[in-house]
Every structure is written in structure tokens, then in C-alpha cells.
């Protein structure tokens, strides 16, 4: 397969769509393209120096003129000062806006200035279309920058239609899959527990996210008050917690609720736990699901856009209508009584995530879908 200078421009900050983005751009390294990340900071993930790849910073200057820092136009500069020296055959932006938006104002000052003019590929991911899709101010913008793209891919099926149905957008959009290769376990269950105060056989139900209003925080804490049997967990790893900590305290959780944030070893903490618990009440892939499984971990989530594509019901995990916090602590109460159920569900999501969900798999199709981009 012919080699690519891949320009990759991602959110750094702890997300799904940063993850993916970064974890795409090491493997694709790895093959062998050259990778130019461009963001306003280093991709988190991006924790060592590696072969072929490169950071470029977005500087974003103050100026009292301004009400608001804008990060459109100096990312727009970035890039195009980037294609100079480098000269990229795809900018993979991953967002619609404003990194899409970017890079087609990039490619006009490109034209302008005769720099060989890369193809722009967008990846939705999610909340681009979900969220601010519906905002009238943006999505005018969110529509233009998908039309104009030289390729456009979604995260999954559901997000594609969600895209097509509420912008009315024509261009064809591929779905690849997000991606996720587990890092290797470095703390046994024991440990982990150990340090949380978790006993041997308590049964931890984790969650894992940013605790953005779309995750439904206050559902996953109904649900673990209305878990009664006293082995019951509920391990949350993600930002901050203080929003909700009054209604933890009023349903009596002190007991069985543990809260972490800024874990960066999350693979530890999934591996120590029994079950995944996600309530989103809009979810394009998720993200945290494909991490819980990939550990071999049953998941229980709602039935969102894009999560049916990832989690099988009643084969790899248990999908609820949003807001059922009955139904999943139903459920909850019934795996912690059969745990050779939970296990045997969990090893055969482990498998579901390297079979569907795996590098292998995924990063091959995004060669394959930026080769047909420079073909047209
Ligand atoms: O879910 C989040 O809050 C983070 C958000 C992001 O910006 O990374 O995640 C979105 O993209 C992920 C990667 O493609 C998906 O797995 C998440 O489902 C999606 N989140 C939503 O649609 C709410």
C-alpha cells in the first residue's frame, strides 16, 4: 500500500473522539504513513515520541478586542503553514466544527498561495451533529463543511442517519467503526480493590465517562440506590463529580459508590470490575463500551443511537430504554446472584471487540477510504 502524510486534527482532552483520532494516527504510523497531528495541545494519548509521527500546536493569542478567543482561524493558519513544509495528501479532521471548517479555509489560502492542496476527510463523531447540529447557528456551517469535504465518515450507522435526516445532507458518508487495542493490564484485580477498599468478592459495577449531562449521572446513581444486595459497587471513573454529590448523598450511596477522576490507567480499573453500567440518553458509539468490553467485561446500557451497533443484547451486555433505572438494577441485582452468567457474557464481548472493534480491522479501512479520496 502506497504511504501517506496524514494531517490529523483532533480535540486533546480526554474524550472519545481524541482517543480514536490519536489511537488512529499511531497506528497509522505504524504502517508507515506520516502523521502530523495539529491541535491546540498535545493529544493525551500521544504520552511518547514515536517514528513518523509530529505535534504541531495551535497558538491562540488573547486580544481584548475580541469578546471571544476564536480557534477557527489560527487553526485554519496551522494547517495551512503545516501543508507548506510538509505537504500532506489528507487532512483527516476529526469534528465537523470547527476543524472541518478549518481546514476548507486552510485549503483556500492554500489555493491562493499555490501550496499543493490536500483532500479533506471529516469524521461526525457525535455531539457535532447530535448537539450542535441543532443549534440554527451552527448548523448551516456543520452542513457546509460536510458537503464540502472530500470524503466524509460517521462512527456508526445511527449516527450517519441522524447526520443525513436532520442536515438533509447529500454526500456520501462511509461508516468505519471507532477502534480500540486494550493496553496491557499492569495491576492484578487484587491490588486494584485492595486500594479502593472493594472486598475480593463485592461485585463492581463500572462507569466510565466525562459526566456531561448526555451520560444521565443521576440515573446511574438511582440505579445503584435501588440495588439492594450489599455486595453491590459503583465504581465512576471520569471529571468532575461535585454536580452531583448532594444527590449521592440524599440516596445514601457513601457506602457502596466509589469516585475517581483523572485515572489515566483506566484498563486497571476495568479489569477489577464485573459489569460496564452506561444510562446516555444520546450516545453516536460509545466509546467507554468498547473499553469495557474489551476488557471482557458484560455491559449494560441504554438502547442510544449508535450503542445497539457496538453491544448485543442479551449476548455481549443488556440494552434499556433511557431513563429504565428500574430495569438495570433489575438486572443488576440477578448478575451478581448468577456471575457464570456475567463472565460467560463478558468473555464473548471480549471477543465481539476484537473480532468487529479491533486496529486490524479498522485502521486498514481508513487507508483503504483515504486511497479511494485521492483516487476521485
Ligand atoms: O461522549 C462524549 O462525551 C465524548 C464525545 C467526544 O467528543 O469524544 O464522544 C463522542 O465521540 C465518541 C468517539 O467517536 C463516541 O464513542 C461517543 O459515543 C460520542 N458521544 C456522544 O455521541 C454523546
Not at 172 to 179: D, G, H, K, R
Not at 257 to 283: F, M, P, R
Amino acid at each position: 500500500m502506497k504511504k501517506f502524510k496524514i494531517g490529523i486534527v483532533c480535540y486533546p482532552s480526554v474524550g472519545g473522539s481524541g482517543i480514536v483520532a490519536t489511537n488512529l494516527g499511531i497506528e497509522l504510523a505504524r504502517l508507515g504513513h506520516e502523521i502530523h497531528f495539529i491541535s491546540y495541545e498535545t493529544p493525551f494519548r500521544l504520552v511518547k515520541k514515536l517514528p513518523r509521527v509530529y505535534f504541531h500546536k495551535v497558538e491562540i493569542n488573547k486580544y481584548d478586542l475580541f469578546k471571544y478567543p476564536d480557534y477557527t482561524l489560527p487553526l485554519a493558519v496551522k494547517i495551512e503553514e503545516v501543508q507548506r513544509k510538509y505537504k500532506m495528501d489528507i487532512v483527516h479532521v476529526h469534528y465537523a466544527v470547527p476543524h472541518a471548517t478549518a481546514a476548507l479555509l486552510a485549503r483556500r489560502i492554500m489555493r491562493q498561495n499555490g501550496t499543493p492542496l490536500p483532500k479533506i476527510v471529516t469524521t461526525l463523531h457525535g455531539t457535532d451533529i447530535t448537539l450542535l447540529g441543532r443549534d440554527k447557528n451552527l448548523s448551516e456551517v456543520i452542513k457546509y463543511s460536510i458537503e464540502r469535504s472530500h470524503g466524509v465518515t460517521a462512527v456508526s450507522k445511527s449516527l450517519k442517519n441522524e447526520t443525513v435526516k436532520l442536515l438533509k445532507t447529500k454526500k456520501p458518508i462511509e461508516v468505519i467503526y471507532n477502534f480500540y487495542t486494550p493496553p496491557p493490564i499492569t495491576k492484578t484485580p487484587d491490588v486494584v480493590r485492595r486500594a479502593l477498599n472493594i472486598k475480593p468478592d463485592d461485585f463492581v459495577a463500572i462507569h466510565l465517562s466525562n459526566l456531561r449531562p448526555v451520560k444521565r449521572i443521576p440515573d446511574l446513581l438511582k440505579i445503584a440506590a435501588r440495588v439492594k444486595n450489599p455486595k453491590f459497587k459503583l465504581l465512576i471513573l471520569g471529571g468532575d463529580f461535585s454536580a452531583f454529590k448532594t444527590l449521592a448523598k440524599k440516596l445514601k450511596l457513601d457506602k457502596k459508590l466509589i469516585v475517581k477522576s483523572n485515572v489515566q490507567d483506566i484498563g486497571n480499573y476495568i479489569n477489577a470490575s464485573d459489569v460496564g453500567v452506561y444510562t446516555s440518553d444520546t450516545e453516536s458509539f460509545g466509546m467507554a463500551m468498547l473499553e469495557s468490553m474489551s476488557y471482557g467485561k458484560t455491559v449494560l446500557a441504554t438502547r442510544a443511537g449508535g450503542v445497539p451497533e457496538v453491544v448485543e443484547n442479551g449476548k455481549t451486555g443488556f440494552l434499556f430504554k433511557v431513563g429504565d433505572v428500574n430495569g438495570f438494577s433489575k438486572k443488576l441485582e440477578w448478575l451478581i446472584k448468577n456471575k457464570n452468567v456475567t463472565e460467560k457474557m463478558g468473555a464473548e464481548a471480549k471477543t465481539a471487540a476484537c473480532k468487529k472493534f479491533c486496529s486490524g480491522i479498522v485502521v486498514p479501512r481508513y487507508a483503504k477510504y483515504y486511497e479511494s479520496v485521492l483516487k476521485k
